[in-house]
T-cell receptor, first 113, second 110 residues
Framework: DAMVIQNPRYQVTQFGKPVTLSCSQT?????MYWYQQKSSQAPKLLFH???????NEADTPDNFQSRRPNTSFCFLDIRSPGLGDAAMYLC????????????FGQGTRLTVV | GEDVEQSLFLSVREGDSSVINCTYT??????LYWYKQEPGAGLQLLTY?????DMKQDQRLTVLLNKKDKHLSLRIADTQTGDSAIYFC??????????FGAGTTVTVRA
């Protein structure tokens, strides 16, 4: 049973056209994360929420925004996608305790044309 | 600082053991993790070890931790073709975050 679900699996968007990626979880975890991963590199953390508290990484571009309307859902908004934003976007969750055991979704592969 | 380093590639014959090595820098990390990523998929947690342990075994997987040297390894016994993937080492850092290594691509040859 999928516990962290990302939709869609594949997304094609036009250069400069806003796009939203979605993530939902059935684990009732406190923390939700968004990572960007390019070409089999290490996942790069963009931001994360602890409940409704938003934590942005210092080097995350302003072009990337996030919303968490409730415990189960979290969205990644890319306001004006550039060619350099083409990547795999991974959502993950964790309980928020000392053990940062993170559970990942299958990812959304974003293509910018 | 937070920096996790891994060798990038490992080739192993089917049936042999694989050993993937990792070094980390944050001595305050309480948990260390191994994740597996198959092509086009998300990261799957394989196992983790608490920092006060030096070994953990889980079926074909053995994790060794040398806290003094900040060295972590993952041994996969009887490596199968289905073990071909990228393996990421990660350490827990502040604010519920993980710091990942660059990943080791494991290729299993017949």
């Amino acid at each position: 049973d999928a516990m962290v679900i990302q939709n869609p699996r594949y997304q094609v968007t036009q250069f400069g056209k806003p796009v939203t990626l979605s993530c939902s979880q059935t684990l009732n975890h406190n923390v939700m994360y968004w990572y960007q991963q390019k070409s089999s590199q290490a996942p790069k953390l963009l931001f994360h929420y602890y409940d409704k508290d938003f934590n942005n990484e210092a080097d995350t571009p302003d072009n990337f925004q996030s919303r968490r309307p409730n415990t189960s859902f979290c969205f990644l908004d890319i306001r004006s996608p550039g060619l350099g934003d083409a990547a795999m976007y991974l959502c993950a969750t964790s309980r928020g305790g000392e053990n940062t055991e993170a559970f990942f979704g299958q990812g959304t592969r974003l293509t910018v044309v | 600082g937070e920096d996790v380093e891994q060798s990038l590639f490992l080739s192993v014959r089917e049936g042999d053991s694989s050993v993937i090595n990792c070094t980390y820098t944050d001595s305050s990390s309480t948990y260390l993790y191994w994740y597996k990523q198959e092509p086009g998929a998300g990261l799957q947690l394989l196992t983790y070890i608490f920092s006060n342990m030096d070994m953990k075994q889980d079926q074909r997987l053995t994790v060794l931790l040398n806290k003094k040297d900040k060295h972590l390894s993952l041994r996969i016994a009887d490596t199968q073709t289905g073990d071909s993937a990228i393996y990421f080492c990660a350490e827990s850092i502040r604010d519920y975050k993980l710091s990942f290594g660059a990943g080791t691509t494991v290729t299993v040859r017949a």
